[in-house]
């Protein structure tokens, strides 16, 4: 029996770009993909819950996690520890579901490392002054902090597979839905999607 494997696609772009808008109306309108659940020790936002927006922990338990070898890779960004879980990627592509990771840059170059197959996506805003307005109002606290990456993680743009301009947010779900058609058309053939 031909054993069924899902997709990796991996999201990423400086923080507050629109990453998981696009990643979350996508989930909505998709049944056969899901999202990656990270771990954090950075605190909880209001509107998040935890284990839909991440698992929430401290640095000692994180700390284990990474020495019993539970990430499939981890980063320190903006003074906190992030870490993508293993075995959740592993149990959903085993099923045959396309699963979505939305991690920094240099996590998300760990992972084509590792798993050259992943379709890494880039989201780029259309320029600084425009992310530092949607930081402020999705409320950050942390503005300065986050716009320190900015000019690290553009310069690292032309290594993804794929670059999505998030303007206008509609035209930019339009484009990353047609990469992920694309993506799926290469892997499971013309009829699939
Ligand atoms: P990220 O996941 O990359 O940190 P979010 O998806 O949380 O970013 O988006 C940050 C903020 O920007 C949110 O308030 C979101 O509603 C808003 N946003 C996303 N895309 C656009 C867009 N194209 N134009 C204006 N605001 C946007
Ligand atoms: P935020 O605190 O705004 O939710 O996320 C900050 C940054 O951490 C974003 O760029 C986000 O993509 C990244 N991030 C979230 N989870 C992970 C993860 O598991 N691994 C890595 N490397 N980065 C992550």
Redesign the pocket.
């Given at each position: 029996m031909e054993i069924k494997k899902g997709l990796l696609f991996v999201v990423?772009?400086?923080?507050?770009v629109g990453?998981s808008t696009l990643i979350e109306k996508f989930l909505k309108e998709d049944k056969n993909s899901t999202f990656s659940v990270?771990?954090?020790t950075?605190e909880k936002r209001e509107h998040e819950k935890e284990g839909k927006?991440?698992y929430f922990v401290d640095r000692d338990t994180f700390l284990e996690m990474i020495k019993n070898g539970e990430f499939l890779?981890?980063?320190t960004?903006?003074d906190?520890l992030?870490?993508?879980p293993k075995k959740e990627i592993f149990n959903a592509l085993k099923k045959g579901m396309d699963i979505f990771?939305?991690?920094?840059?240099?996590?998300?170059l760990?992972i084509k490392k590792a798993y050259p197959w992943a379709c890494l996506i880039f989201v780029e805003p259309p320029s600084k002054e425009e992310l530092k307005k949607r930081l402020t109002l999705r409320g950050e606290k942390n503005i300065e902090l986050?716009l320190k990456r900015y000019d690290e993680e553009i310069e690292k743009k032309h290594i993804f597979d794929y670059n999505v301009i998030n303007d206008n947010l509609e035209r930019a779900y339009k484009d990353f839905v047609k990469i992920i058609k694309n993506v799926r058309e290469l892997r499971y053939g013309k009829n699939h999607c």
């Open positions: 990423s772009g400086p923080s507050g990453k990270s771990y954090t950075r927006d991440y890779e981890w980063e960004v903006h906190n992030y870490g993508t990771l939305d991690i920094d840059v240099n996590g998300a760990k986050r």
